[in-house]
């Protein structure tokens, strides 16, 4: 079992950045990947980035690479994102998730992910 929180979220305008962070309470020895994923209201979850937590690599979602960042924290156990330069359509409920079934053309599938924290609420207005 894995346990992960979100912390980071916050509201910003336009333009300006945040960094989230995932605490993780196991950390690459269950964890084949771990991934960003966010959710608006009255809709899909959706992917926005992976890393693999043993070598490192990373995968965005189209809308997503140049302005957002996934590293890690392999010691301390945590993940982060980076975003920069956001947009009110990035305003979402934004949620961690981790994986020993990593997938490089799939990663975005939520089913992929039987570890789920309880997000963090990003607001960014005009």
């Known amino acids: 079992q894995v346990q992960l929180v979100e912390s980071g979220g916050s509201s910003v305008q336009t333009g300006g950045s945040l960094r989230l962070s995932c605490s993780a309470s196991?950390?690459?020895?269950?964890?084949?990947?771990m991934a960003w994923f966010r959710q608006k209201a009255g809709k899909e979850r959706e992917g926005v980035a992976v890393i693999y937590t043993r070598g490192g690599n990373t995968f965005y979602a189209d809308s997503f690479e140049g302005r957002f960042t996934i590293s890690q924290d392999k010691v301390n156990k945590k993940l982060f994102q980076q975003m920069n330069s956001l947009k009110p359509e990035d305003s979402a409920m934004y949620y961690c998730a981790a994986t020993t079934s990593c997938s490089s053309d799939g990663w975005q599938v939520t089913e992929l992910y039987p570890y789920w924290g309880q997000g963090t609420q990003v607001n960014v207005s005009s």
């Open positions: 196991r950390y690459a020895s269950s964890t084949g990947c």
